[in-house]
């Protein structure tokens, strides 16, 4: 029996990480054949690309960086997802948490001690706030989720653009720098990585993802969120109050996409700009969360894999003289073999099932 | 199983060190410097953008031509970032690359100039359309809204139906430079008309450019003025589109940037009309040529702000002008020496604007 058990562990460990980097390896292979088409050379175009991403401290730095937000946006679509919801408004949910961020952060002088905890408290408040009005819908009215969050993107778009412009500014475009107690910039981490912009970020962003697994896996509420996501009405004939736990999942999650915003707030530029379009760091989530297969750990990984994809694919004109739309071309090609790979392995499992 | 296991992930690290290999010896590259080196970056516009991002380049690339300079590093180059979060490490990018002047193109990359001129005190860097206050950063600036005042003249005595149209981009101080211009040159010359003002929030929108132009020429309005780079290629297509209807119809579109008469090309049955009447011109190609110069000849101008304004042609109506009446062309260049001597002053924003509006009276 422990065998067995152990032995199915290693099963689905190596299939966890065979499946991804053959998908990696395949993607990059389609790529190259479509930069040898093009009369560029593959070789040259990954190895800046992969310069890019990790080639010394400054790159790395920067991938941190990027994958910062990338792991926050997709531990949020992925704690929805597991409960059972679709939350496409992630975008949304990490800029209103992004300006409540940068409101708080900008407002007070408090010691760091407290400013900046109340900064990224009020990120994930405002992004819980921000779900929980389609969570409230989904629970009592059955208005879709997807439809709402979608809005709900927009509104929070142009709303925060015109609290920029009104409240944070004089009629201008950006708001202040916040204060360096609500900073989660440092001249350590800088000093080590070249002057990028890496922050402390990277360990909230870790801890998110250990109290999303905590959250779910071991505790019972946790057990209750997922129930209700299997099956809604086995759920409430259990005893469980579906309605409370949709609108806890949606704020659970809001809260998460909230945080992602504050890293960019606090972290990566220290103040928010009206905004011309959406970031596409919360669409983007949608697809860390599915690679990462919705689990905390995988989210961290796949968030990896796009972070570095996108600072390494900066690298990828300069060196290799790759042009940028192909560039967008090879990393959508990589990311659709890996994403795909999801499928397949998905169509193997139940293939298997149906064997069984 | 184990073994598989252990196979994936020796295969791993394998194909991970042959490649982190090969990315060392890109990345040596960098080196040798004896010639003169210069690269920009671009906003999420990229150099196609009709608009002012392609003049930067143009002006980079006549640089490199001009001194026989190659494409790439060591030579002239441009890198286009896809979102704002790209700017600073683009910006970083090019300074590990060793180029000689570094220039952010556009008022949006402002920060990102003044904390990586912060980081490297001894690289030269040059941010187009706002000031940054760094002994090593040259700010290259227009008055936009003196050239707007100009090509508002024209818009106040072309209309027939005293209805101008103004789109910005976004509402941001650059652009309330053109809005207030615009409207002070207007009122200047035509006091009864009135200029519609609308923001379409982004300047890579096309469809929303056309849409609101559908609109404003629905609602009688004859000219429009757009300040809102791409997506000011849709108030073009709608005029277009409205033109192929009929034909007969006087409707116009003022450019901005660039010399855009190209883009207001129709063919209807046979015979050829432009809608564009004119384009304010932005010299930003005349600019970055200036201070790319200037640096290879020792002369880098740190922590100067260069305003290119009428004087120095670096703002101006476009040299094709043949939608435009002979009488508004000598109306347009008597303003142009009035605000050249200084009898005019253009007001710069609407409260500057409500000032001069006040003035007429």
Known sequence: ?356 | MKKRFGFALSLMLATGMLLSACGGQGGDNAGGKDTFSVAMVTDVGGIDDKSFNQSAWEGLQKFGKDNGMKKGRGGYDYLQSSSDADYATNLNKLVRSDFDVIYGIGYLMGDAVKEVAEQNPKKHFAIVDTVVDEPNVASITFKEHEGSFLVGVVAGLTTKTNKIGFIGGMEIPLIEKFESGFRAGVKAVNPNAKVEVQYAGAFDQADKGKAIASSMYASGIDVIYHAAGGTGNGVFSEAKDLKKKDPNREIWVIGVDKDQAPEGVVKVDGKTYNVTLTSMVKRVDVAVYDVAKRSKEGDFPGGKTLEYGLPENGVGIAPTQDNIKPEVLKAVDEWKQKIIKGEVKVPMTRKEYKQFEASLK
């Open chain 1, 1 to 356: 029996m422990k065998l067995s058990e152990l032995k199915k562990f290693f099963v689905s460990a190596s299939s966890a990480f065979v499946v991804p980097v053959l998908a990696v390896l395949l993607g990059m292979i389609v790529g190259a054949v479509v930069m040898i088409a093009s009369g560029y050379n593959p070789l040259a175009g990954y190895s800046s690309l992969l310069y890019g991403a990790f080639g010394d401290p400054y790159y790395i730095g920067e991938t941190i960086r990027q994958t910062t937000p990338y792991i926050l946006a997709g531990l949020a679509v992925a704690f929805a997802f597991r409960t059972g919801l679709f939350n496409i408004g992630v975008e949304g949910q990490l800029i209103v948490g992004w300006l409540a961020a940068v409101w708080v952060g900008v407002s007070f002088e408090l010691p760091k001690a407290i400013h900046l905890p109340l900064a990224i408290l009020a990120a994930a408040l405002a992004g819980a706030l921000w779900a929980f009005i389609p969570g409230i819908l989904k629970a009592y009215l059955r208005v879709h989720e997807v439809i709402i969050t979608i809005m709900m993107n927009y509104i929070a778009l142009h709303m925060t653009n015109a609290i920029i412009r009104s409240v944070l500014s004089e009629e201008g475009f950006k708001s202040k720098q916040v204060h360096e107690s609500a900073s989660l910039r440092s001249e350590f981490l800088e000093s080590i990585t070249y002057h990028s912009s890496v922050h402390y970020g990277i360990i909230i962003a870790i801890i998110g993802a250990v109290i999303m697994w905590f959250l779910l896996e071991k505790t019972t509420k946790g057990f209750e969120l997922r129930a209700v996501g299997f099956n809604q009405h086995a759920s409430q004939y259990a005893g469980m109050n579906v309605k409370a736990n949709i609108i806890l999942s949606m704020a659970i999650s809001g809260a998460f996409a909230g945080i992602a915003g504050a890293m960019e707030g606090l972290g990566t530029f220290g103040n928010i700009s009206v905004k011309a379009g959406f970031t596409g760091v919360g669409f983007d989530g949608i697809a860390v969360a599915l690679i990462g297969g919705n689990n905390a750990f995988g989210i961290l990984l796949s968030a990896l894999l796009f972070g570095a994809l996108k600072v390494g694919a900066l690298e990828m004109p300069s060196s290799a003289g790759v042009p940028t739309e192909l560039v967008d071309i090879i990393i959508a090609l990589i990311i659709f073999f890996v994403a795909s790979s999801y499928v397949i392995r998905l169509l193997l499992s139940r293939l298997k099932k149906g064997a069984e």
